[in-house]
Structure formats: C-alpha cells, structure tokens
Nanobody, 123 residues
C-alpha cells in the first residue's frame, strides 16, 4: 500500500499550487483522507481532511478560505488546491488515509501516510 504525493515546488508568495495524492495497492474510497504538513523545526500539523464521499471537509484555521480539498475516488486520488500562498505555508506536505469514513484533524486517526511533497513559498 502506497500513498504518493506530488505537486509541490517553489512558488512566489501569492501564488498557487495543487497537490495530488494517489493511492496504490488498495483503494481508500471508503476512508476519510487528510493532508498534514511539517515545517523545519516544527511539529506536524493538520491542514485539511475530507470524508469518503467528499461531502464533508475540514480545514485548519490557518488555511481556511485559501485551500480546497477534493477527491476523485475513480482515480484513487485526493487533491489539495492551495492559493494565496505565503511563507508560513512552506513545509513538507503529507497525505494520509484515515481509519474511518470521516475525515479527522487528529493524526492518530490515520493509518497510512505518504512520503510527503515539499512546498516552498518565496516572499
């Protein structure tokens, strides 16, 4: 089972990126999915989560209104659209598959983790 995150890169402040997370080895169509991030010297923090059918989403206050999570179960893929990026968004972004059907902000609720994709925002 593997979660492959991609789409990170270097972007100027105010710019946008779309991260993708593709699952292989099994499907997670019945599981909530989440995005977390970790900046150097900081703890991992919750970014966003989505329920199994996409009907319910959660966002950290710091990204609300700027980031949008979505999923395409036919492609076993979860997306994170990020806009109005700023230097505080610089981090390694990880996708994760949850234990249950609903997304959660708690890292302990996730069983599978991807390897991360680096996002660097230049000011």
């Amino acid at each position: 089972v593997q979660l492959q995150a991609c789409g990170g890169g270097l972007v100027q402040a105010g710019g946008s990126l779309r991260l993708s997370c593709v699952a292989s080895g099994r499907t997670f169509n019945n599981n909530g999915m989440g995005w977390f991030r970790q900046a150097p010297g900081k703890e991992r923090e919750f970014v966003s989560a989505i329920s199994w059918n996409g009907a319910s989403t959660l966002y950290a206050d710091s990204v609300k209104g700027r980031f949008t999570i979505s999923r395409d179960n036919a492609r076993n893929t979860v997306y994170l659209r990020m806009s109005s990026l700023n230097a505080e968004d610089t981090a390694n972004y990880y996708c994760a598959a949850g234990r249950g059907a609903r997304g959660s902000s708690g890292a302990s609720e996730y069983t599978y983790w991807g390897q991360g994709t680096q996002v660097t925002v230049s000011s």
